[in-house]
Each structure stands twice: as C-alpha cells, then as structure tokens.
C-alpha cells in the first residue's frame, strides 16, 4: 500500500514537471479545485490538520475524488509535507 502511494507522488512529480497545469498543491489552489470538481485524486500529508483534513475530505468525497493520505516516512511525503501539506492530480489542466 505504501509502495502504491510512492508511486502515487512520482506520478505527481512527473505531472508538475511535464503538465503543471494537471496538478495543483497548497491549501488555496487544492481547495478551489475540489469546489469545481476536477480533482481526481486528492493527495493530503498524514501531517495536515484534523479540521482541514475532514473539509478536504467531504468535499473530495461529495465529489466523486479519490483521497491519499501520504506518509512523512518516505522522500515523496517530505516533499509533500514541503509544499503545503496538500496536493492533487487534476481530472484535466486547468490554468
């Protein structure tokens, strides 16, 4: 399961590299996302905050996203915890 998830983050990194505009992280950005529904996988830091994580999390859920939560002990998760705790792999590029 934590490979999967390791995984899950490379494929996210590959995106931002190749098609930012398939991606999104940070709070902000991730939320707004999710509000017109073209996440289609929310990626949350085992780190991120009881109360952000349910919001992210029933929101991700009235929309029909899947939810990641990623774990600090692997390089993916510290770099994930770097860039503001939460990201998402996008349905489609959106500027």
Do not use: C, W
Request: a negative charge; charged letters at 35%.
């Amino acid at each position: 399961m934590e490979r999967m998830r390791q995984q899950l983050m490379q494929k996210f990194f590959d995106i931002l590299a190749k098609k930012p505009g398939m991606v999104t992280y940070g709070l902000r950005q991730t939320e707004e996302s999710l509000e017109l529904g073209i996440v289609d996988t929310l990626l949350l830091s085992e780190e991120v905050d009881d109360d952000i994580f349910e919001r992210l999390e029933r929101k991700a859920g009235e929309k029909g996203s899947n939810v990641e939560v990623i774990s600090v002990e692997t390089r993916e998760g510290i770099q994930l915890k770097e860039m503001g705790k939460i990201a998402a792999i996008l349905r489609y590029e959106y500027h």
